[in-house]
């Protein structure tokens, strides 16, 4: 008597595993989280040098020349001479550029812009300069075996092809003083001798706290280092925004240095150090005082035209890679709000007026 075959072995769908052959779910987010954790730390250490404790710490510039006619350096002040690299997403960079557009430098210095590179790893130029393909290069060109960071600014003497300064808040000084006899608006002094004694506090605070407290927020390589950054970035803002309660601006009727080197921090607040870096607490827009202060400096006379929120957004969300593995770039925030009236009053800087709010135009700077 024959017998039946047996039914044929029903196939499964290409690329479905048999039962118990793969790896529990918990054993593979515990993996994975142990292998990114670990890449994580490796990649914040090549970016973010930072302390046992977990701390980012910043390294020092290297190039601290001056320039003047005192024939203490032998960098004179002529125009033509110097040149300015700068990247528009970087704020120390911006500080240069709205100090040399406050005083109306910009046929004394010309400025070339540098682009951020993740395949480079480091700042590139758009076109050869000096025979130079990379910011890397230059600084090799000024200093043969150079082998530390390579930063913008840098303010280069085209005449001995070297770095006179990288130092950001040094070169904001310098535009501010040395150059006066090619200024448009020589009579604009951002750091006056009779306020110094204001101005220097404020730098001190905002460059710890703000300016470089943002990225020790950001690069933070554990939660302790974290949260006290994190408190002692907000105390400090809150403390700001108190004193422009009674105050225009950080040191009075006037703008100074110190107003330069907070905006330029505050101007990428919100739409990056608040989310990317997380600095959560409060938006910059939603205090009493800075949001509008940030409106105030913004429609100073150009100063707008040396903000490019595009070049911002993609040099951090593009380009730093341990924070956005992604790469995806957020489309906002809407800052038509800086085009607001800011309320502070008319504006006055060295002779030079604007009503508020003017005819200041939103744009994504002029560079």
């Known amino acids: 008597m024959s017998q039946s075959a047996s039914p044929p072995e029903q196939s499964k769908p290409p690329g479905t595993k048999k039962k ?3 790896l529990p779910p ?5 993996l994975g989280k142990f292998v990114w954790t670990t890449l994580w730390h490796q990649m914040m250490a090549k970016l973010a040098p930072r302390s046992p404790s977990g ?4 390294p020092s510039s290297q190039f601290r020349n001056l320039i003047g006619n005192e024939g203490k350096t032998p960098y004179p002040a002529v125009a033509g001479r110097y040149k300015l690299y700068v990247g528009l997403g970087c704020p120390w960079a911006h500080r240069t550029l709205v100090v040399r557009v406050l005083k109306g430098l910009e046929d004394a210095i010309a400025v070339t812009l540098v ?3 993740p395949i480079e790893g480091g700042w590139v130029f758009n076109q050869p300069e000096e025979g130079c393909r990379t910011l890397a290069e230059l600084y090799e060109l000024a200093e ?3 082998s530390r960071r390579c930063t913008v600014p840098v303010l280069w003497d085209t005449e001995t092809k070297t770095i006179v300064n990288n130092e950001s808040s040094e070169i904001i000084v310098i535009l501010n003083a040395a150059f006066n006899e090619f200024a448009q608006y020589a009579a604009l002094d ?3 001798e009779e306020l110094r004694g204001a101005i220097d506090p404020w730098n001190e605070k905002i460059y710890h706290a703000v300016n470089n407290g943002v990225y020790r927020c950001g690069f933070a390589q554990s939660q302790e280092a974290y949260n006290t950054v994190f408190n002692e970035l907000f105390a400090t803002l809150d403390e700001i925004d108190a004193a422009l309660e009674t105050s225009r601006y950080l040191c009075g009727d006037r703008v100074t240095l110190s107003d330069v080197r907070l905006f330029t921090t505050l101007f990428r607040f919100d739409v990056v150090y608040y989310g990317l870096f997380k600095c959560n607490r409060r938006r910059i827009q939603d205090y009493k005082n800075l949001g509008a202060y940030l409106r105030d400096l ?3 006379p150009g100063v707008a035209d040396t903000c490019n929120l595009e070049a911002v957004k993609q040099d951090y969300y593009g380009n730093l890679f341990p924070l956005n593995p992604g790469g995806i770039i957020p489309a906002g925030p809407d800052i038509t709000n800086l085009l607001e009236p800011h309320g502070r009053g008319e504006k006055e800087d060295g002779g030079r007026r604007t009503e508020d709010g003017g005819d200041v ?3 994504h700077g002029k560079y």
């Open 115 to 117: 682009s951020p590179s």
């Open 55 to 58: 701390e980012y710490i910043r």
């Open 361 to 363: 135009q939103l744009n």
């Open 20 to 22: 118990g052959r793969s």
């Open 190 to 192: 951002l750091y006056p």
């Open 26 to 30: 918990k054993l593979i987010i515990q």
């Open 144 to 146: 043969p075996g150079y």
């Open 298 to 300: 913004y429609q100073l």
